[in-house]
């Protein structure tokens, strides 16, 4: 059982160059997130999704974009790095609609530099 | 929008020893979720706690929670080192955005 898979999982960006980070979960879960961390800061929301074809802004989406085509999916865009998007990402998936006690599942995280 | 405070943002304690994590948040939350992080590592989840009054153990650690006074805790019962790492304690509102603290950066010292 995979759980939640984030593809890549290092990746070093010069400022200015455009990348796709890859989350997929194969839990059919509803919901999908993206956080990014941040040493002091914990985890900050950037965009979540809340079903195929969905997306809406969390509390830091400035710089980034994102898009939900399939429900097991979550993409998520950098059209130009800049250095203060250098962070650990992580995505997120759960479906709280189905019970009550339903946690978020993590994926493993993506480092990203960019110099 | 939830906010969501832990404290101590650091703690470095004897195996031993015992010591509680607290988790203030800032509107009502339906649910109160426990995480741990190790170095470099994903979240793992440790607990949800639903209701008030709600508690919930797992070997040395415990959680609680009251709504009444939005605050949860997690308490740990004569630490080991294989306790030390990252917690976070995370709320959600209702339009189901997690929120979460800053962490709590434990050590347990030998």
């Known amino acids: 059982n995979a759980g939640v898979t984030q593809t890549p999982k290092f990746r070093v960006l010069k400022t200015g160059q455009s990348m796709t980070l890859l989350c997929a979960q194969d839990?059919?879960?509803?919901?999908m997130y993206w956080y990014r961390q941040d040493p002091g800061m914990g985890l900050r929301l950037i965009h979540y999704?809340?079903?195929?074809?969905?997306?809406a802004k969390g509390e830091v989406p400035d710089g980034y974009n994102v898009s939900r085509l399939k429900k097991q999916n979550f993409l998520l865009g950098l059209e130009s790095a800049a250095p203060s998007q250098t962070s650990v990402y992580f995505c997120?998936?759960?479906?709280?609609?189905?019970?009550?006690?339903?946690?978020?599942?993590f994926g493993q995280g993506t480092r990203l530099t960019v110099v | 929008e939830l906010k969501v405070e832990q404290n101590p943002l650091f703690l470095s304690m004897q195996e031993g020893k015992n010591y509680t994590i607290y988790c203030n948040y800032s509107?009502?939350?339906?649910?109160l979720y426990w995480y741990r992080q190790d170095p470099g590592k994903s979240l793992e989840s440790l607990f949800v706690?639903?209701?008030?009054?709600a508690v919930k153990q797992e070997g040395r650690l415990m959680a609680s929670l009251d709504t009444k006074a939005r605050l949860s805790t997690l308490h740990i019962t004569a630490a080991v080192h294989d306790l030390s790492a990252t917690y976070f304690c995370?709320?959600?509102?209702?339009?189901?955005?997690?929120?979460f603290g800053t962490g709590t950066s434990l050590t347990v010292i030998p």
């Open positions: 997120a998936s759960t479906s709280p609609g189905q019970a009550m006690n339903t946690e978020a599942f």
């Open positions: 839990m059919n879960h509803e919901y």
């Open positions: 999704s809340v079903g195929e074809g969905t997306t």
């Open positions: 509107t009502t939350s339906d649910r």
């Open positions: 706690l639903l209701s008030n009054g």
């Open positions: 995370a709320g959600i509102d209702t339009g189901n955005q997690f929120y």
